[in-house]
């Protein structure tokens, strides 16, 4: 087993242990509940969230967006909880104006967990099947399945090491998996198996030319031959992530992160994940 093995599996297993134990944070798109983001006079989260508990009874998380804005989750708000809170906002002398309010029930949040799941899950199955149809002409040199189990195995190695990260954050800076997350999920498994994609072709390409010449030879030379290519693309995308990080606004910033996160870790997967454990799968 190469080094590279060693640092991709356990890379995978810490960051399932951290998923498992410390747990993510869902979001009201998950769990249900209400999410009120109101513009203030300048007062803190925790006067805020003081406020919500002692005046309006209602126990909530506050968290603040950027100046002078917050954001308020709490269970499901019915009407007339709606506007007793929004009257206490304005009574203490807090709000100023409400940006966003959103509701969303327990059943509804469940049943969008589970079809986000089902929707990755679909989706790496269908890689497989893709992989394993498009490769199917070096079928002397494995079998071409291994091409699809080595891609998902690369693409999971990216998929968990972000959720990590992102549970890692909701512990210490209270940041929630929610819908936008999953978005964020489904756009890096398509970057990563399309640069995975990449470095296999070239793999095909340089097999074609010498199949007499060892796998890890051709492995080394397709991974060299991609590589300017897969760090230049990296690149450019990071840039455009930066600039929407910068100018894009609150609304979207964490999901700006989990995209550079996922980018990052996503062209390092598809040259030094994938092809060492396609090699693995070759010689099994």
């Not at 003081?50 to 603040?64: L, Y």
């Amino acid at each position: 087993m190469s080094r590279w093995q060693v640092i991709s599996m356990a890379t995978i297993l810490i960051s399932v242990a951290i998923v498992v134990v410390i747990r993510p944070q869902w979001g009201v798109d998950f769990t249900g509940g209400s999410l009120m983001e109101i513009s203030t006079k300048g007062q803190s989260a925790v006067e805020i969230r003081e406020t919500v508990g002692q005046k309006a009874s209602i126990a909530a998380t506050v968290q603040a967006t950027e100046k002078d804005r917050v954001m308020i989750k709490m269970s499901p708000l019915n009407q007339s909880d709606r506007q007793r809170l929004t009257l206490v906002l304005e009574d203490e002398g807090i709000l100023v104006e409400v940006l966003r309010f959103e509701s969303i029930g327990p059943t509804i949040g469940q049943e969008l967990r589970k079809k986000a799941v089902a929707a990755i899950t679909v989706v790496i199955l269908v890689l497989v099947v893709y992989l394993a149809y498009t490769f199917r002409q070096a079928t002397d040199l494995m079998s071409s399945w291994k091409f699809g189990v080595a891609a998902v195995y690369a693409l999971v190695h990216d998929l968990v090491f972000v959720l990590a990260l992102f549970v890692i954050l909701g512990k210490t800076m209270n940041i929630s998996v929610d819908t936008l997350f999953v978005t964020a999920m489904l756009a890096i498994l398509g970057y990563s198996v399309n640069d995975t994609i990449v470095v296999f072709n070239r793999l095909k390409s340089e097999y074609i030319k010498n199949r007499s010449a060892p796998l890890s030879d051709i492995l080394d030379r397709a991974v060299k031959a991609s590589l300017i290519r897969s760090l230049n693309t990296s690149l450019t995308t990071l840039l455009v992530l930066a600039a929407l990080l910068i100018f894009g606004g609150v609304t979207i910033r964490w999901f700006i992160v989990a995209l550079a996160a996922g980018t990052v870790v996503g062209t390092y997967s598809s040259l030094f994940v994938a092809p060492p454990f396609l090699h693995y799968l070759a010689k099994k």
